[in-house]
């Protein structure tokens, strides 16, 4: 499990807690799928961070070179479940390099919209950016920082692996309870038109019509691919995340996006990430709470 975008450790635990949770509920769904795991680099945090616009880029690069090159090879449907919500940039790059000739769409259910680059990251972390780097941009409309060609020569390398540089457009995204955001990233959901669907009108217009509005506003879309980042529900839920907003989704309302659109024969790949075990102060609750909605997503794709 990788964790090289994130500012907390502890997302590499995230399957352990999960298996501990299937454990407690006597489940054996980790027994009778095939699982393979992606060898990671989170030794890197061991040494001495050296890029404060894009940290640890080179792990990521080879992280990111793994993940798309594990993913595109599978027969089987990809159900993930990654550390931090960074590796999402390598998925998508999977998808796109073993369908290079379908279009393919992005369903984000997440508290942000991680559409920062290195140009414009107030932290560095790459887990801001998965977004960003599907869709092969800089922002340089709002660039507030001077990087160095090092970062610049990285930054290009991971827009473009699976792919040319642009293995998504904006209009090939739906987003979901996204609520943290900063300026830079308000400016490109404003001007070039994501499609976002706030806790506010989720709950004014019901999970599951909001859930076939999003699929429709894909409709002309091949592939859809579904990232479930746990901080999209409430803190008082998501007890376990390293970025908790106040003002999300109920257990309930995710669960109820996730199966409505999994329900559609176009989605090819489910993602589960940024559950930290290590910050959960009420013992392994958050994955607890992650695992009973994985056995929603597994009992959904097998009817």
């Known amino acids: 499990m990788s964790e090289l975008g994130a500012a907390t450790r502890g997302t590499c635990s995230s399957f352990d807690a999960l298996k501990g949770a299937a454990s407690k509920f006597e489940s054996d769904l980790f027994d009778v799928f095939p699982i393979e795991e992606i060898k990671n680099c989170n030794d890197l945090f061991q040494r001495t961070e050296e890029n404060p616009f894009a940290k640890r ?41 073993a369908n290079p000739n379908k279009k393919i769409g ?37 660039q507030f920082k001077e990087i160095d060609q090092e970062t610049i020569d990285g930054w290009n390398e991971l827009k473009s692996i699976g792919g040319n540089g642009q293995n998504i457009g904006f209009g090939d995204i739906v987003q979901y309870s996204v609520r943290d955001t900063e300026p830079e990233e308000d400016y490109l959901i404003e001007h070039k038109g994501i499609k976002a669907f706030s806790v506010d009108e989720i ?62 024969d176009r989605v090819g790949c489910f993602e589960m990430t940024e559950i930290n075990p290590v910050i959960d102060d009420k013992g392994n609750t958050m994955a607890e709470t992650a695992f009973k909605i994985l056995e929603k997503v597994v009992s959904k794709l097998e009817s």
Do not use: Q
Not at 121 to 142: Q, R
Not at 221 to 249: A, C, N, Q, R
């Open 203 to 264: 709950r004014t217009e019901g999970t599951v019509a909001c859930a076939k509005a999003g699929l429709d506003y894909l409709k002309d879309h091949d592939l859809i691919y579904v990232s479930f980042d746990v901080d999209s529900m409430d803190p008082e839920i998501s007890v376990g995340t390293g970025t908790p907003v106040k003002g999300g989704l109920t257990v309930i309302e995710a669960e109820e996006i996730i199966i409505t659109v999994l329900g559609d």
């Open 57 to 97: 880029l080179g792990g990521m690069i080879t992280m990111y070179n793994r993940i798309c090159d594990a993913i595109s090879k599978s027969a089987h449907f990809p159900l993930i479940i990654s550390g931090d919500h960074s590796s999402a940039g390598g998925t998508i790059a999977a998808l796109r390099k």
């Open 106 to 142: 992005i369903i984000w259910i997440d508290a942000h919209a991680d559409l920062h680059t290195p140009y414009t990251s107030h932290t560095g972390n790459i887990h801001g950016m998965p977004v960003a780097c599907m869709l092969g941009i800089d922002n340089m409309e709002n």
